[in-house]
């Protein structure tokens, strides 16, 4: 069995979850005693596909065409199954990014293959039946989920498996597959990016806000805060619902699941459906002026006080901790 | 417009998640269930379009007996009918299998499910549909506006949206901004009781893949906390003692 990993592309260049999941896709091969072939589609530079070789792919194969500039899931589903069946791939590997949601599902159906979405860490490969660890219960449990089929798609979480530079070679090879016209029914007619900043899901470190902020006016303090540790920005469900911050920042049960490295939590009582999406981050800072705010019970740190007093001083703080 | 919303019955959102026999199964004792609050936007999304006599709403259902409440709510809520397929809901793979078998001779120009359900998160559903019934799925949708045979949909990327025109029929996975929640009046409840509910057996659908064994996180050790006044002490943890900073 070889392992095929599929890098997808923002804008013709590679994000930083695009080398988590090469690197997780060769711990995997690794352990299999087998080779990693990426495939990337789309135009991306000569260089960086180079590059994916620094994460352990030896071989890229690379569909640049014009009708795929774009991302289709239908089409882009029918390229990666058609690799995976040239390079003989019985494992595909992709990021559980919200491009990969709508991707995984039909590479899967495609090639009969049981699929696991949303893994956290390094499958067990020790039986020909894949054991794989996903977040479930928006982040209450794992499922531990074997794939009994012969083909298998695991899809890994953002920020869930460090980058492995393993220093290798790789050869890019031009891959050009037929696309049936049925797969091109959907048109992209515009992209907009209302960010140019780290995006919520991959943000190794998020600053959230909730409902103890009062009003929109005061988030300044919030991005400033951001801006400073280069974390994104996030918030709790009344606030998006009440049109303060925008639907793609909530997080929680009903929003965005997270696991940064550091999640800050600021005027956020820490209601259950908002813990369910933030539970696994890594490190968990709150900011609350009630000393019983639930939160601080699944905090890491925490500081009683009032957020316009204590926020405009830790973004000082740690200005002049960068600063050094 | 003939539409088809897919509804899953799921552990209300306060549910404290635990686990018996040794991890392997789902612990139901004491547990509500509620419509996947993302399968309320899809049905709310199809109220509105096919309000004013525009269009059809049948709700699909995955599930045995003990989901029909939710199915009378979808149907109070303004569906016009209802198919259960009687099955424990194994997997987004055996669902989907469901959802295509029943749909695919029956000329539906919509389908919408929610993006995900908030048990097992999967996002699959709309996908695998789409595949099986080879129409264009769109996993993550904010935005959904249909005009003659196509429509216009705002789907979800990392940082901002895709605007993408689709020819109907397809499918797609409501998230929030689609439509506001709709909740069921008086006469919805009055007529629920005697709107059509069609029971069928489901297909069979090889198993893929089976879930083992459940975990749950661990529990994080006590809070330190930190006086207001010396938020450098903070900065000083998070650099050097918990190192993310
Ligand atoms: C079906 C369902 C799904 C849900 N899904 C989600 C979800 O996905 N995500 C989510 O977030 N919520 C969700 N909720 C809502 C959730 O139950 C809570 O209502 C919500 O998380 C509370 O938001 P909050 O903490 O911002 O506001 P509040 O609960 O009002 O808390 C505000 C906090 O700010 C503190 N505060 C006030 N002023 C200051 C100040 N000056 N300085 C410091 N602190 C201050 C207060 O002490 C308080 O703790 C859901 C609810 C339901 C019913």
């Known amino acids: 069995m070889s392992v095929l990993v599929y890098t997808e592309n923002t804008n013709g260049s590679f994000k930083k979850s695009v080398y988590e999941v090469v690197s997780y896709a060769k711990a995997i091969a690794d352990s299999l005693n087998t080779s990693l072939t990426a495939i990337s589609i789309g135009d991306v530079e000569q260089s960086a596909l180079t590059a994916l070789g620094n994460y352990g792919a030896s071989r890229v194969l690379n569909v640049s065409s014009d009708q795929l500039k774009q991302f289709v899931n239908q089409a882009y589903a029918s390229v990666i199954a058609a690799a995976a069946d040239q390079i003989g791939a019985d494992l595909i590997v992709l990021s559980n990014s919200f491009s990969g949601k709508g991707l995984a599902p039909r590479v899967a159906a495609k090639v009969e293959a049981g699929l696991a979405d949303g893994a956290v860490e390094l499958p067990d490969v020790s039986s020909d ?118 639907h793609s920042e909530h997080v929680g ?38 000393p019983e705010a639930p939160f601080f019970k699944v905090a890491d740190y925490g500081i009683v006080g009032d957020a316009f007093d204590v926020v405009p001083r830790l973004t000082a703080a740690i200005k002049a901790y960068k600063g050094n | 417009m003939k539409i088809l919303v897919c509804i899953s019955n799921v552990p209300d ?43 059809t709403i049948t709700v699909i259902n995955i599930g045995e007996a003990n989901t029909e409440a939710a199915i009378r709510k979808a149907l109070a809520t303004g569906a016009d009918e209802a198919v259960r397929v009687n099955a424990a809901p194994r997997d987004a793979w055996f669902v989907a299998h469901q959802i295509a078998a029943y749909a695919k001779d029956k000329g539906f120009d919509l389908i919408l499910t929610g993006r995900e359900s908030i048990d097992y998160n999967g996002s699959q559903v709309a996908a695998f549909v789409g595949e ?3 129409i264009p799925s769109v996993s993550t949708a904010k935005k959904i506006e249909i005009a003659d045979h196509s429509a216009t949909v705002e789907r979800e990327i990392e940082g901002g949206k895709e605007v993408l025109s689709i020819p109907l029929p397809f499918i797609a996975g409501t998230a929030e901004g689609v439509a ?66």
């Open chain 1, 129 to 246: 039946n894949i054991t794989v660890k996903k977040a479930a219960f928006s982040g209450k449990a794992f499922a531990i989920t074997e794939l009994t089929s012969a083909k298998k798609v695991i899809a890994l979480n953002p920020n869930s498996f460090e980058l492995r530079e393993t220093g290798g070679n790789t050869t890019v090879e031009t891959f050009q597959p037929d696309i049936p016209g049925n797969d091109l029914a959907a048109i992209i007619q515009d992209i907009v990016r209302t960010t140019d900043k780290v995006t919520l899901p991959d943000a190794e470190i998020v600053v959230s806000a909730g409902r103890g902020l009062k009003g929109p006016e005061n988030w300044g303090m919030i991005e400033e805060l951001a801006d400073v540790l280069g974390a994104a920005t996030a918030c709790s469900k009344p606030v998006s619902d009440a049109g303060w911050r925008p």
């Open chain 1, 253 to 290: 049960q009903t929003g965005i699941a997270v696991s940064p490295n550091l999640y800050i939590a600021i005027g956020i009582s820490g209601a259950i459906q908002h813990l369910a999406g933030v539970s696994a981050s890594k490190t968990i800072v709150v900011i609350n002026k009630d």
């Open chain 2, 13 to 55: 959102t306060t549910s404290k998640i635990t686990f018996t026999d040794d991890g392997t199964t789902f612990n139901t004792a004491g547990i509500q269930y509620i419509i996947n609050p993302y399968d309320e936007i899809a049905l709310s999304k199809a109220i509105g379009l096919a309000e004013g006599g525009q269009g």
């Open chain 2, 132 to 134: 099986l019934l080879g």
């Open chain 2, 180 to 245: 506001e929640p709709r909740i069921p009046n008086m006469r919805g409840i009055m007529s629920a009781r005697t709107k059509p509910l069609e029971v069928i057996e489901p297909i069979e659908v090889p198993v893929l893949s089976k879930i083992t064994r459940y975990e749950t996180p661990e529990p994080r050790g006590t809070v330190t906390f930190v006086d207001a006044g010396e938020v450098e002490k903070l900065v000083d943890l998070l650099h050097n003692k918990a190192r993310v900073i």
